[in-house]
């Protein structure tokens, strides 16, 4: 699976959108997006997942960039307990469905 | 109902103690997963089964040892364990072994080894 690399840390105000990028410039074709987030001392909570086109669900709105290289997350309101550390991993889902955890970003949202 | 648990919350064990995880989930998933999680690392994937059976051993030391006695339930057997050993221990299940399905993860045992 391609690597991804993502800021290690990032602050955002309650209330305001949180966007988490992330770089995988050497994913492949067959290749998919898919974010995470664990909550302090909780279990990895799936949040959303894409291949090329971009997606929203209850909890976040996935964008990624035409040529695949990089997406972003966003959080559109973002409150305290948005707090967590996000993960992008890609993976091919033809594999297995092995989730490889990058170091992630640790979001702290503000009051 | 999304729901895996895990248990114990907590364990705390000596190096010649012999001791179990367990992990169930009711949700007709067909593949579990057991990964490790040191403190402040992100988690790293042990062992999947997919249909009770072992699909992947990640080079696992053999004083850790899985078992999925049916399609519910996934237990860890843990025996002669180092202090290296002490992390959180996350248990997870999918629909299946491949696809998108996504996975869901159990709150963690959080195993001390003295």
């Known amino acids: 699976d391609a690597k991804t690399t993502q800021p290690p840390s990032m602050d955002c105000a309650e209330g305001r959108a949180a966007n988490l990028p992330c770089n995988h410039s050497t994913i492949s074709g067959n290749e998919y997006v898919y974010w995470y987030r664990q909550i302090h001392s909780q279990g990895p909570q799936y949040i959303i997942h894409g291949l090329k086109n971009n997606e929203t669900n209850e909890m976040a709105s996935l964008i990624i960039t035409e040529d695949r290289k990089s997406s972003t997350l966003i959080l559109p309101h973002a409150t305290l307990r948005d707090t967590a550390v996000y993960y992008c991993i890609v993976r091919v889902v033809s594999a297995g469905n092995m989730l490889t955890f990058g170091g992630g970003t640790r979001l702290m949202v503000k009051p | 109902d999304t729901e895996v648990t895990q248990t114990p919350k907590h364990l705390v064990m000596g190096m010649t103690n012999k001791k179990s995880l367990k992990c169930e989930q009711h949700m007709g998933h067909r593949a579990m997963y057991w990964y490790k999680q040191k403190a402040k690392k992100p988690p790293e994937l042990m062992f999947v089964?997919?249909?009770?059976?072992?699909?992947i051993n990640e080079s696992v030391p053999s004083r850790f040892s899985p078992e999925c006695p049916n399609s519910s339930l996934l237990n860890l057997h843990l025996h002669a364990l180092q202090p290296e050993d002490s992390a959180l221990y996350l248990c997870?299940?999918?629909?299946?072994?491949?696809?998108?399905?996504?996975?869901?993860f159990g709150p963690g045992t959080r195993l001390t080894v003295l």
């Open positions: 997870a299940s999918s629909q299946g072994w491949g696809g998108t399905d996504t996975q869901y």
């Open positions: 089964y997919s249909y009770e059976k072992l699909s």
